[in-house]
C-alpha cells in the first residue's frame, strides 16, 4: 500500500492522521489540505467500515432480582457481543476521544442529563448513530464503502497548498 508520508515522521503522521478522522466523525465535515484530507479520509473510511460490521452484535439476558420487599423482578440486561466490544477496543486505540461540549447557555443539570454517563461519545455516535445510516446505505445502494466525500477548494494564501473540504456522504 502507498501512503503519504505528509512531511512527518510515523509517529507524529498517525497521530496527525488519527485526529482528522476522529475530528472528521465527531463534526462531519472538516477543511485541511488535500493529501491530509485523502490520507484522512482513508482512515476514516476504515473506522466507519468496522463498526458498520459490528454495530448489530448485542447480547440480551434476562436476569431475576430481588427489590427491597422481597418481590422477584425479571430485568432485561442488554451488552455488546464479543464482536463489537472488541471492534470498540480496536477503534478506542485508532481515534482521539472527543468529548461533550456545553451548550452556550446550557445549564449544568441538563448538560449531565444529556451527556448522561457516557465515557466515549465519538465511539458512541460511530456505533448508535453513523453505522446503522451506512448500513441501510448499503443495503440500498447495493455497495459497500463511499462513506466520505473530498472536493477540492481553493489554495492556500502563503504556502500555495491546495485545500480540501472532507465530509462525511
Partial sequence: MNTQKLGKPTDQRLALVSGLASDLIWYGRIETTLDRAKAAARYAEKCITLAV????????????????????????????????LAARRKLLGMLQTREEQRVKGEKKAAFQARKGDIKHPLIEKLFEDLAPKYANRAEEKGTAGGYTRVLKTTVRRGDNAQLAIVELV
Fill in 53 to 84: 460490521k459490528n454495530y448489530q452484535d448485542t447480547v440480551t439476558e434476562e436476569k431475576v432480582t430481588k427489590d427491597d420487599k422481597g418481590k422477584e423482578k425479571k430485568v432485561t440486561i442488554s451488552k455488546d457481543g464479543a464482536k463489537k
